[in-house]
């Protein structure tokens, strides 16, 4: 683990109600002290100012996805910078429903994380197998041409965070086996460490993380956190998983 500090990431995606956005953002702002492990929440664009001001400082805030581009006639979309100005600090790129909804591929994600980067966000990029790749054998060569594809030029722990999500393990109440987890993060290392600074960028598990699993999740290895979905929608079991996050010295 070395000097990687843990990253708990909350997804709320399409979630909420404005004043469950402010009430969940004020429960954890009082409980977020004596954490080992950064919190750090992302829900829907449109809640961000009003959550931005629920939290305080202990929590960092995240965007679910942003634009590629810097600014433009881009109707419905928002750029990097916009949320930066928010109190941004962080932004999901490539999740797999973005990918499935939106038709998102390598390329679009790599523009997105450059864009996030260059509005001074550290991108979280999401990558992950379907059930079918992983069936037949090819979950390690899909998403290390995910990571060729999509990860930008000079990575490293400061601007980049990478998320493996297996599609099949997200919402679905399924989590990949530990051993299968950290036998992917390995991988993930070693991919990344042909085109980054691999050693320092934090890869976090997501799918279907809870209390009762978080701990031997975040006990592998090469698992530096969790984008958690579901569970990140109740204060207590996100800040019980974040609390199941060993402390790194
Ligand atoms: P889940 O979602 O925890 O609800 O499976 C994870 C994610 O999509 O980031």
């Known amino acids: 683990m070395g000097q990687r500090r843990m990253l708990i990431a909350g997804n709320w995606k399409m979630h909420t109600t404005l ?25 829907p664009s449109c809640w961000l100012s009003a ?14 996805d942003c634009h590629m581009q810097a600014s433009g006639a881009h109707t419905g979309d928002v750029a990097a910078a916009m949320l930066a100005e928010l109190g941004c600090r962080y932004v999901i790129v490539g999740h797999s429903e973005r990918r499935s909804d939106h038709g998102e591929d390598d390329a679009m994600v790599r523009a997105k994380a450059r864009a996030a980067r260059a509005a001074g966000l550290v991108p979280i990029l999401c990558v992950g197998e379907r059930l079918e790749d992983r069936d037949a054998g090819r979950a390690e060569a899909v998403v290390a041409a995910q990571l060729r594809g999509s990860v930008p030029e000079g990575a490293g722990g400061a601007n980049l ?5 297996p599609v099949w393990a997200i919402g679905t109440g399924r989590t990949a086996a530990p051993d299968d987890i950290q036998a992917m993060h390995g991988h993930v290392r070693r991919v990344l460490g042909e085109i980054a600074e691999a050693a320092s960028i934090r890869l976090l598990y997501g799918g279907s993380v809870k209390p009762g699993n978080a701990a031997e999740i975040l006990g592998c290895p090469d698992v530096d956190g969790a984008l958690v979905g579901g569970a990140s929608l109740r204060a207590a079991d996100f800040l019980a998983i974040a609390r199941a996050a060993p402390a790194v010295d």
């Open 19 to 43: 004043g469950e956005a402010r009430a969940l953002a004020a429960a954890l702002r009082e409980e977020a002290g004596g954490l080992s492990a950064e919190l750090l929440v992302c829900p």
């Open 51 to 64: 959550v931005a001001e629920s939290l305080g400082a202990g929590v960092a805030l995240g965007a679910q």
């Open 161 to 165: 965070v990478v998320a493996y999500e």
